[in-house]
C-alpha cells in the first residue's frame, strides 16, 4: 500500500505565503510524477502545478509566477512553494503521485492522492 501525507496547509492574509510538502511512503518501486491539484467549494478539482520524476515542470496559469513545485526524489516528498496568495486561492490542496509498485509478481503505475490540506487566504 501507498500513502501519502500532506501538510503545511493554513490560514494567511493576501500577499502572505505557504509552503506545501506531501511524502509518499509504502510499498513504492518509483515515482513517476507528482503533482498539486486544488479544490475550491463548488469547484471541479483542478490542477495547480505538476512536476516529472526528470524536474520539467508545468504550471496552472493562475499560479505562475508566484508558485514553485518541487520535488526531493531521495525523499519521495513534492512540494509545493506559494507565495504572493491571493483570496482566490483558497481551496483545499491534495497532492498526488504517480506510483510503481511491484505486486503479485507485477509491475504497475497507478495514481495515488493525499487527503488534502486546506489553504484559507483572508483579504
Known amino acids: 500500500q501507498v500513502q501519502l501525507v500532506e501538510s503545511g496547509g493554513g490560514l494567511v492574509q493576501a500577499g502572505e505565503s505557504l509552503r506545501l510538502s506531501c511524502a509518499a511512503s509504502?510499498?513504492?518501486?518509483?515515482?513517476?510524477?507528482m503533482g498539486w491539484y486544488r479544490q475550491a467549494p463548488g469547484k471541479q478539482r483542478e490542477l495547480v502545478a505538476v512536476?516529472?520524476?526528470?524536474?520539467?515542470?508545468n504550471y496552472a496559469d493562475s499560479v505562475k509566477g508566484r508558485f514553485t513545485i518541487s520535488r526531493d526524489n531521495a525523499k519521495n516528498t513534492v512540494y509545493l512553494q506559494m507565495d504572493s496568495l491571493k483570496p482566490e486561492d483558497t481551496a483545499v490542496y491534495y497532492c498526488?503521485?504517480?506510483?510503481?509498485?511491484?505486486?503479485?509478481?507485477?509491475?504497475?503505475?497507478?495514481?495515488?492522492w493525499g487527503q488534502g490540506t486546506q489553504v484559507t487566504v483572508s483579504s
Open positions: 509504502g510499498n513504492i518501486v518509483s515515482i513517476n510524477a
Open positions: 498526488n503521485a504517480h506510483v510503481q509498485v511491484y505486486r503479485g509478481g507485477i509491475y504497475y503505475t497507478a495514481p495515488y
Open positions: 512536476i516529472t520524476s526528470g524536474g520539467s515542470t
